[in-house]
C-alpha cells in the first residue's frame, strides 16, 4: 500500500462528505465468523445494539456535529460488498483452512445491506441503537465505533494549521516505533492488530499495520481488520466475541438454561469452526463461573481469550485450570488483548515465555495513542472507552458481566439474577481506561 501524507489529508478534511467507513469489510474478522454461524443457526433472532461510551465525562453530543454523525451512518448503510471483496473472501485461505465461508454465505453478502438507526442526544451523549434481525444488526458494531471515534478525531483537529497537524503525527509515528524497537526484544513475540473499532482514523491504523509489518517481520502475525488484511496481504485474525453468549443467555427460559447458555454457544461454533479458532472467551458471566462449570470438552480447544480480568492472573487462572483438566498448557494458547500496551505486553510475555504458548491483540494503544503528541497541549484525542453492545435479543434484555463489574451492562434486576446464577467469584472492579 502507498505511504499517504496523513497530516495533509487530516487537513483536508473539508469536502461535502469525506466518508470514514469506505467499505463493509473495514470491520473485525470476527464479525464475518460469527455473522456466518448466526444465519446458519439463528437466522431469525432479533437483536437490539447499542453505542455506550463509559467515558461519560467526555461528552460525545457536544463535540460531535449529529448532521455530521447522520451523513457518516446513512454512507455507510449505502455500501455493498464488491464483487473483488467477496472473490478474495472466497478464496482466500484463513488460519490454513480453504473455503472458510460457504459458498451461499458469499451470495447472502453480495446483498447485504446495514439495517436502519436511531440516533438522539441526551445529556450531551448520543443514544444509538441498531434494532433488527441479529443477522444484520451485529454488523454496524464495528463501523459505528470507528465512525464515532474518527469524528471525536476530526473534531479535536478541525482548527489545528498544517504544520500543528504534522508535528502531531510526527510525535504519535515516534511514539510507536519506539514501543516497536521494544518489542523486537522479545523474540517469540506473536502480535497482530486488534485496533479497529478505537482507532483515531482509518488512514492512522493504515500507517500503524504497516509499522508494525516493516518492524516486527513475522512476528506481526496480522490484523483484525478485514479490508485492511486484504490491502496488505496480511492474515485476518479473529475467532468470535461476548455477543454470542450473550444473545443465548438473554434467550434462556429458565436458570437451567442460562448457566448452559455459554457452553451450548461453543458447542454450536464447534459445529462450524476447528483448529485455531477454537478459542473460548470466558468472561462473558464471570472467569471463575465459566470454568467452575466448564465440561472436560472444553479443555480441548485451542486455548482462551482472557478480557477482563489483569492478564496474568487471569493466566494463572487458566493454566490451574487446564492441569486440573490433564492438560499439559505449554501446547495450549492464550490469547491476550484487553487494553494490551508495549509495557503489559513485556510484563505478560516475560511471565509465561515458555510455560505457554502466546499471541497478543494490540487494540486501542495501539491504534489511538496520541497522548502527549498534541503540539497545544490539548488532551482532547486521548482515548475513550467506547462499546457497542447487544443490548436485547427477541425483546428480552441481554447481559454482560465481565470479571470487571465496571464493564457490565444490563438492567440492574437482570444483572442481580445473572449474579445469582453465575456467582460474583473472582469479580474485582478496576477502572476502564480503554
Same mark, same amino acid.
Given at each position: 500500500m502507498?505511504?499517504t501524507d496523513?497530516?495533509?489529508?487530516?487537513?483536508?478534511?473539508?469536502?461535502?462528505?469525506d466518508?470514514?467507513?469506505?467499505?463493509l469489510?473495514?470491520?473485525?474478522f470476527?464479525?464475518l465468523?460469527?455473522?456466518?454461524?448466526i444465519?446458519?443457526?439463528?437466522?431469525?433472532?432479533?437483536?437490539?445494539?447499542s /453505542?455506550?461510551?463509559?467515558?461519560?465525562?467526555?461528552?460525545?453530543a457536544?463535540?460531535?456535529?449529529?448532521?455530521?454523525?447522520?451523513?457518516?451512518l446513512d454512507?455507510?448503510r449505502?455500501?455493498r460488498f464488491?464483487k473483488?471483496e467477496?472473490?478474495?473472501l472466497?478464496?482466500n485461505?484463513?488460519?490454513?483452512?480453504?473455503?472458510?465461508?460457504?459458498?451461499?454465505f458469499?451470495?447472502?453478502?453480495?446483498?447485504?445491506?446495514?439495517?436502519d438507526?436511531?440516533?438522539?442526544?441526551v445529556?450531551?451523549?448520543?443514544?444509538l441503537?441498531?434494532?433488527?434481525?441479529?443477522?444484520?444488526?451485529?454488523?454496524w458494531e464495528?463501523?459505528?465505533l470507528?465512525?464515532?471515534n474518527?469524528l471525536r478525531?476530526?473534531?479535536?483537529?478541525?482548527?489545528?494549521?498544517r504544520?500543528?497537524?504534522?508535528v502531531?503525527?510526527?510525535r504519535a509515528?515516534a511514539?510507536?516505533?519506539e514501543?516497536v524497537?521494544?518489542?523486537r526484544?522479545?523474540p517469540?513475540?506473536r502480535l497482530?492488530d486488534?485496533g479497529t473499532?478505537r482507532?483515531?482514523g482509518?488512514l492512522?491504523?493504515r500507517?500503524?499495520?504497516?509499522?508494525?509489518?516493516?518492524?516486527?517481520?513475522?512476528?506481526?502475525?496480522?490484523?483484525?481488520?478485514?479490508?485492511?488484511?486484504?490491502?496488505?496481504?496480511?492474515e485476518?485474525?479473529?475467532?468470535?466475541?461476548h455477543e454470542?453468549?450473550?444473545?443465548?443467555?438473554?434467550?434462556?427460559?429458565t @436458570?437451567?438454561?442460562l448457566a448452559?447458555?455459554?457452553y451450548k454457544v461453543?458447542r454450536?461454533w464447534?459445529?462450524?469452526?476447528?483448529?485455531?479458532?477454537?478459542?473460548a472467551?470466558?468472561?462473558?458471566?464471570?472467569s471463575?463461573?465459566?470454568l467452575?462449570?466448564?465440561?472436560?470438552?472444553?479443555a480441548?480447544?485451542?486455548?482462551f481469550r482472557?478480557?477482563s480480568?489483569?492478564?496474568?492472573?487471569a493466566g494463572?487462572?487458566?493454566?490451574?485450570?487446564?492441569?486440573?483438566?490433564?492438560r @499439559?498448557?505449554?501446547?495450549?494458547?492464550?490469547?491476550?488483548?484487553d487494553?494490551m500496551?508495549?509495557?503489559?505486553?513485556?510484563q505478560v510475555y516475560r511471565?509465561f515465555?515458555?510455560?505457554?504458548r502466546?499471541?497478543?491483540g494490540?487494540?486501542?494503544?495501539?491504534?489511538?495513542d496520541?497522548r502527549?503528541c498534541d503540539?497545544?497541549?490539548?488532551?482532547?484525542l486521548?482515548?475513550?472507552s467506547? /462499546?457497542?453492545?447487544?443490548?436485547s435479543?427477541n425483546g428480552?434484555?441481554?447481559?454482560k458481566?465481565?470479571?470487571n463489574?465496571?464493564?457490565a451492562?444490563?438492567?440492574?434486576?437482570?444483572?442481580?439474577?445473572y449474579?445469582?446464577?453465575?456467582?460474583?467469584?473472582?469479580?474485582?472492579?478496576r477502572?476502564?481506561e480503554?
Amino acid at each position: 500500500m502507498a505511504v499517504t501524507d496523513i497530516a495533509t489529508r487530516t487537513h483536508n478534511h473539508n469536502f461535502r462528505l469525506d466518508p470514514i467507513v469506505r467499505s463493509l469489510l473495514d470491520t473485525d474478522f470476527y464479525k464475518l465468523l460469527m455473522l456466518q454461524m448466526i444465519r446458519h443457526l439463528h437466522p431469525d433472532t432479533q437483536a437490539t445494539f447499542s /453505542v455506550i461510551n463509559r467515558s461519560t465525562e467526555v461528552r460525545l453530543a457536544d463535540v460531535i456535529d449529529e448532521g455530521e454523525l447522520r451523513a457518516q451512518l446513512d454512507f455507510a448503510r449505502s455500501l455493498r460488498f464488491t464483487k473483488k471483496e467477496l472473490i478474495w473472501l472466497a478464496g482466500n485461505s484463513f488460519y490454513g483452512n480453504k473455503q472458510m465461508f460457504a459458498p451461499d454465505f458469499i451470495e447472502w453478502l453480495s446483498t447485504f445491506r446495514l439495517p436502519d438507526y436511531e440516533l438522539r442526544k441526551v445529556d450531551g451523549q448520543f443514544e444509538l441503537h441498531f434494532d433488527g434481525p441479529w443477522t444484520h444488526t451485529s454488523m454496524w458494531e464495528i463501523p459505528a465505533l470507528a465512525i464515532i471515534n474518527e469524528l471525536r478525531s476530526r473534531a479535536a483537529m478541525r482548527d489545528k494549521g498544517r504544520f500543528a497537524l504534522d508535528v502531531l503525527y510526527a510525535r504519535a509515528k515516534a511514539k510507536l516505533w519506539e514501543k516497536v524497537e521494544r518489542l523486537r526484544e522479545l523474540p517469540d513475540l506473536r502480535l497482530s492488530d486488534f485496533g479497529t473499532r478505537r482507532r483515531h482514523g482509518f488512514l492512522w491504523q493504515r500507517w500503524c499495520v504497516e509499522a508494525l509489518k516493516e518492524g516486527l517481520g513475522d512476528r506481526f502475525i496480522g490484523t483484525s481488520n478485514v479490508l485492511l488484511a486484504m490491502d496488505a496481504d496480511l492474515e485476518a485474525i479473529g475467532t468470535n466475541a461476548h455477543e454470542l453468549p450473550m444473545v443465548a443467555a438473554a434467550l434462556a427460559e429458565t @436458570d437451567e438454561e442460562l448457566a448452559a447458555a455459554p457452553y451450548k454457544v461453543l458447542r454450536e461454533w464447534q459445529q462450524h469452526y476447528g483448529g485455531n479458532l477454537l478459542i473460548a472467551l470466558p468472561d462473558a458471566f464471570g472467569s471463575a463461573a465459566f470454568l467452575r462449570d466448564a465440561p472436560e470438552w472444553v479443555a480441548d480447544w485451542t486455548g482462551f481469550r482472557p478480557d477482563s480480568a489483569p492478564p496474568i492472573e487471569a493466566g494463572e487462572q487458566i493454566i490451574r485450570w487446564w492441569q486440573s483438566q490433564g492438560r @499439559d498448557p505449554a501446547g495450549k494458547l492464550l490469547i491476550f488483548s484487553d487494553g494490551m500496551d508495549v509495557g503489559s505486553i513485556e510484563q505478560v510475555y516475560r511471565h509465561f515465555h515458555g510455560r505457554v504458548r502466546m499471541s497478543f491483540g494490540w487494540g486501542t494503544n495501539l491504534t489511538n495513542d496520541f497522548r502527549d503528541c498534541d503540539p497545544d497541549g490539548a488532551h482532547d484525542l486521548e482515548p475513550i472507552s467506547l /462499546v457497542c453492545k447487544v443490548t436485547s435479543a427477541n425483546g428480552r434484555p441481554a447481559v454482560k458481566l465481565s470479571d470487571n463489574p465496571a464493564k457490565a451492562t444490563g438492567k440492574p434486576a437482570e444483572i442481580a439474577r445473572y449474579l445469582r446464577v453465575f456467582g460474583e467469584a473472582g469479580h474485582q472492579r478496576r477502572a476502564v481506561e480503554v
